[in-house]
């Protein structure tokens, strides 16, 4: 991200770039790590079900993907999140139903809080994607916060709990 102040509108103009660093990994088990948090929403409310519709040829039947418990989605009716809450969505013909149920289920990946304190941190950019392994789950994240002291606390993912637990009144 960049800002220049323009002088003749009286504003700072920010250009914010696509973030190219490449993926990381952390083992969050590892001694490494002095302390971590993982708190991860599974939202009920999300569509776990999405019937795809071919805008260009309405008389063929629609595929039906389901989001699996395990993040992943498919076309097979099993392992998935129940209860179920069901959408819709149309393509065209030359579009994919396979990206498009990516998209849509895409939403809750990084719908987690992840917090890892450690000495001497690598240097992440904001943005950068990260893949947290913890318990032998892997949790897909992206950094949104960093903060410096003698440990460096390194924050993943989209839920800003302190942030909620002010507005509620609670923090």
């Not at 250009?15 to 971590?36: G, M």
């Amino acid at each position: 991200m960049t800002s220049t102040m323009n002088m003749t509108t009286k504003k700072i103009d920010f250009k914010i770039t696509k973030n190219t660093a490449s993926d990381v990994t952390f083992e969050a088990d590892l001694p490494e790590i002095i302390e971590k948090n993982i708190a991860v929403r599974r939202s009920s409310q999300r569509t776990n079900k999405l019937i795809i519709y071919n805008k260009d040829n309405m008389a063929a039947a629609p595929t039906i993907y389901f989001l699996h418990t395990d993040g992943t989605h498919s076309t097979t009716d099993t392992d998935r999140v129940v209860p179920v809450r069901w959408d819709y969505s149309y393509i065209g013909e030359n579009d994919s139903a396979a990206d498009e149920a990516a998209k849509v289920f895409a939403e809750e990946k990084y719908d987690n809080l992840i917090t890892l304190s450690m000495v001497d941190a690598p240097k992440l950019k904001v943005g950068q994607h990260v893949n947290v392994i913890a318990d032998g789950v892997v949790y897909p994240t992206i950094l949104t916060g960093r903060e410096d002291d003698q440990v460096t606390k390194l924050i993943f993912g989209n839920i800003r709990m302190s942030l909620i637990k002010q507005l509620k009144g609670r923090g």
